[in-house]
């Protein structure tokens, strides 16, 4: 079964950064399409960002363009989300998420797409 755990989250000044990193127990992750999403209290979960299998395709939540950076590292089975000048309005619940894909080229922004999902891991943006 595959198994994702989210690190790096916590409490940061507006303005500061954090990476967040999501270890999986998936051996050919190159085969997985990925995401980040998150989900504030009383909101929908929402998808942040979101990379094909090949990485050559990204999406990104219009309010952190030019902030947030997906990234992978399929030899040590890692997915990070690198966010920087962070803002109060990124308060949420992250979860990194994976889809196994069967062609390369498409990212996928519907959470019911995914296959595998992270617990969650807080992020909280306040002075």
């Known amino acids: 079964q595959l198994r994702l755990v989210e690190s790096g989250g916590g409490l940061v000044q507006p303005g500061g950064s954090l990476t967040l990193s999501c270890a999986t127990s998936e051996f050919t992750l190159s085969s997985y399409a990925i995401a980040w999403f998150r989900q504030a209290p009383g909101k929908e979960r929402e998808p942040v960002s979101c990379?094909?299998?090949?990485?050559?395709?990204?999406y990104y939540l219009g309010s952190v363009k030019g902030r947030f950076t997906i990234s992978r590292d399929n030899a040590k089975k890692m997915v990070y989300l690198q966010m920087n000048n962070l803002k109060p309005e990124d308060t949420a619940v992250y979860y990194c998420a994976l889809k196994s894909v069967a062609y390369s080229g498409a990212y996928f922004k519907d959470p019911n797409d995914y296959d595998a999902w992270g617990h969650g891991i807080q992020v909280t943006v306040s002075s």
């Open positions: 990379s094909s299998n090949t990485d050559d395709t990204t």
